[in-house]
């Protein structure tokens, strides 16, 4: 009975399990649909508070602001600080200065600078793009709010200090305005223009043959290029044979070229290669660009008038219309022939084919633009004080030619001094001849004073002095080959030591003291009793003993003299014995 219980017990127990879950299901169906109202409703309340913050800023925007310019005069300068000391007459100026600063009102009726506002159009397009984002309750992607938030390349050219720099595509960078300062930089290497471009850099240029470089106009003036085609025509004409001996031995110094003319073309007519600029890149078709630094405006190449089909001493298309509308304002100063410059000579007005048509004059028949007939004198320019160019080339060697006038300018010197020397020893020869005993000179009374007395310790040379041996012939010996390269000839060099020939005994001691002279004291007194040869001696020596180092006298070096003679003898045998080895080892 007892187990039949418990089943029973068990049954009902599982019913309200059931029934429990059952409810927990409608509560919480009744949460969910309670929450999604109260989204619904907070939605709503967003969505009025974001209408009501927008119609606050539609209503600000209604809103003129009025700036009013506080006037700048009399009493009111008078009344700032600093002004106050000083004189009516210095204020009623700075009023007066101040006045042309101050903006003026403009008419209600016409505006001041009349300017296409596209600012109500950029309007329209917002509110319809912010009443489409009403209607889609969606969040904008992160493409549109770029889009939204970049700047146009009119607001850009306002913001930056340089505005023709700016490309249109530079809105679209990270930083525009940091990119637009760097490229306004001073300096700037800019970006080649084939960067945005699809196809292939030089893609072009495919077929089109490369012209081979050619040599420089001061290289080809050397002849280099004629001595080459005619050794490769001289290469051509040879058979097989020449060409096979030309490999095996070939023929040096071809082309053998005057060094004259190759260091003339180098260094005196050697002209400078056209290169770029700092920061001028190459991009497809810049060759076939015009040279715009190469034009001048006003005149017209011979292409161009053969292009415009202009005979000789014909104005150009454009004159009638320029003498009509008056000369481009873009070059004020541009003189044109017809207009405000002489027609030139041969040439004649009028309408007709090749007529220069009618100068502009006024009613008083004055010139409009210039002088058109060539009758006003032109004001000569003061000239400009410029300080003179020093244009003279600094380290170019002088010629020889002055190094022979300064030599000839030397030896006229040498000339002129000898004669000052021989003129002044006849006058101390003469007052020589006229001291008296007593050391008093005296000149007689009919020798004139004379009017250059030289003053100078020069030495004297006698008139009768003989002729200067130029050379001296010194006999010729024979004797024994030594050495490596010995000779058997030589000459008697023992005449050369002799005493001095007769010319030299001629010349008086000159009066100058040497270097190696040595001074001897000598006493008045031993003067007086007789001084010999051998006492003279004595005295010298004593001096040259006091004028060496100590201990100097006393050394002997004769035998280390002999022991270097001894050496350099030996090592000059090696050497032969060395050489003549060597002699017999080397073959051919």
């Known amino acids: 009975m007892s187990a039949v219980a418990v089943v029973t017990n068990d049954i009902p127990e599982k019913k309200d399990v059931a029934a429990n879950k059952k409810v927990q299901h409608k509560v919480r169906r009744k949460n969910k649909k309670k929450n999604k109202k109260l989204r619904q409703e907070e939605e709503a309340k967003r969505k009025a508070e974001l209408e009501k913050e927008q119609q606050d800023e539609d209503t600000l925007d209604d809103v003129e602001i009025e700036y009013v310019v506080q006037p700048v005069d009399f009493s009111s300068l008078k009344d700032m600080d600093g002004m106050s000391n000083l004189d009516e007459n210095t204020l009623q100026q700075f009023s007066n200065i101040f006045k042309h600063f101050q903006t003026a009102k403009p008419d209600e009726d016409e505006e001041e600078f009349p300017v296409h506002d596209n600012t109500t159009e950029q309007k329209e397009d917002a509110d319809s793009d912010q009443d489409e984002e009403k209607d889609s309750d969606q969040p904008l992607s992160k493409k549109k709010l770029k889009k939204i938030q970049r700047l146009t390349v009119a607001e850009l050219k306002q913001l930056v200090t340089k505005p023709e720099v700016v490309e249109w595509w530079d809105v679209t960078a990270t930083d525009p305005k940091l990119l637009v300062s760097l490229k306004s930089y001073r300096n700037t290497v800019p970006v080649p223009a084939h960067w945005s471009m699809k196809r292939k850099y030089l893609q072009g240029k495919r077929g089109i043959e490369k012209p081979p470089w050619e040599l420089p106009d001061f290289i080809k003036d050397t002849g280099i290029m004629e001595m080459r085609e005619a050794v490769k025509e001289k290469e051509n004409t040879a058979g097989l044979k020449g060409k096979m001996k030309e490999k095996v031995a070939p023929k040096m110094g071809k082309l053998d070229i005057d060094y004259q003319k190759l260091h003339d073309a180098f260094f005196r007519f050697q002209t400078r290669g056209n290169y770029t600029m700092h920061g001028e890149l190459y991009y497809e078709g810049k060759e076939f660009e015009t040279k715009l630094k190469e034009q001048k405006p006003g005149q017209l190449s011979e292409e161009l008038k053969q292009a415009l089909n202009m005979p000789p001493l014909a104005p150009p298309p454009w004159l009638i219309n320029m003498q009509r509308y008056g000369p481009p304002p873009s070059y004020p100063n541009l003189k044109i022939p017809g207009l405000n410059a002489p027609i030139p000579e041969g040439a004649q007005w009028g309408y007709h084919p090749g007529g220069w048509g009618r100068p502009p004059v006024d009613e008083y028949n004055r010139p409009l633009y210039g002088d058109v007939f060539g009758v006003a004198q032109p004001n000569a320019a003061p000239p400009e004080v410029v300080e003179p160019i020093d244009k003279q080339l600094w380290g170019e060697l002088e010629p020889e030619e002055e190094y022979e006038e300064e030599s000839e300018e030397e ?86 030591d002799k005493a001095p020939t007769t010319a030299d005994q001629a010349r008086p001691q000159s009066s100058k003291r040497k270097a190696d002279n040595v001074d001897v004291a000598i006493d008045p007194s031993e003067l007086e009793s007789g001084l010999d040869e051998a006492t003279l001696r004595a005295k010298y020596d004593a001096q040259m003993k006091a004028k060496l180092p100590v201990g100097a006298g006393a050394e002997d070096l004769s035998d280390m003299y002999a022991e270097h003679a001894s050496r350099q003898a030996k090592k000059a045998r090696t050497q032969d014995k060395r050489k003549d080895g060597s002699k017999k080892e080397f073959k051919f």
């Open 411 to 496: 030896e006229e010197e040498d000339e002129e001094e000898e004669e000052e020397e021989t003129g002044a020893a006849t006058t101390d020869d003469i007052a020589d001849g006229l001291v008296t005993p007593s050391g008093m000179a005296s000149i007689a009374s009919g020798l004139e004073t004379p009017d250059h007395i030289e003053l100078r310790k020069e030495r004297k040379r006698d008139e009768d002095e003989g002729p200067k041996q130029l050379y001296q012939v010194l006999p010729e010996v024979q004797k024994n080959i030594t050495g490596f390269m010995g000779s058997q000839h030589g000459y008697d060099l023992s005449a050369v």
